[in-house]
């Protein structure tokens, strides 16, 4: 059975849907340390969300991961649960974004089309402003 998750862009995904047993064992794969639990929460569909544990000693167990969306809502199990958790994993190839580097980019995007449309601006108005027919007077946001 196939599930799909649809990504922040818009990109849809189809993933293998798969069992809370074959979770488990491709976690095991990645750590013997990494468990698939079960919690209840009341405000989610079902009542449950799925956790990531890795057990550390008797007396300390943190949570690596938590199974939900952007909205906090429970996913369903799926290969993609076994590829997050490997993506926040010391040494990873297929490294998580972090906050600061997702911060950055946006930044950098929204400085890049302020001033692709200050620029369209200007490409518009220019053969006016040259001959002297129109004058234009930017708002102090764009600058």
């Not at 994993?89 to 911060?103: I, M, T």
Request: proline share 4%.
């Amino acid at each position: 059975m196939l599930v799909h998750e649809q990504r922040a862009s818009g990109l849809v995904v189809a993933r293998d849907a798969w069992d809370e047993s074959a979770v488990s064992d491709a976690l095991k794969a990645l750590d013997r340390r990494l468990v698939l639990q079960k919690h209840p929460r009341d405000d989610a569909p079902g009542g449950w969300v799925y956790k990531v544990i890795c057990i550390v000693s008797d007396t300390y167990a943190p949570i690596v991961f938590t199974w939900v969306d952007a909205n906090g809502q429970p996913l369903p199990l799926s290969s993609a649960l076994v590829d997050a958790v490997q993506e926040r994993q010391l040494g990873a190839r297929n490294k998580h974004e972090s906050a600061d580097e997702y911060n950055e980019r946006k930044k950098q995007e929204l400085t890049r089309d302020a001033d692709a449309i200050r620029d369209a601006i200007v490409a518009d108005h220019k053969p006016y402003v040259t001959r002297g027919r129109v004058g234009v007077l930017f708002d102090r946001g764009l600058e």
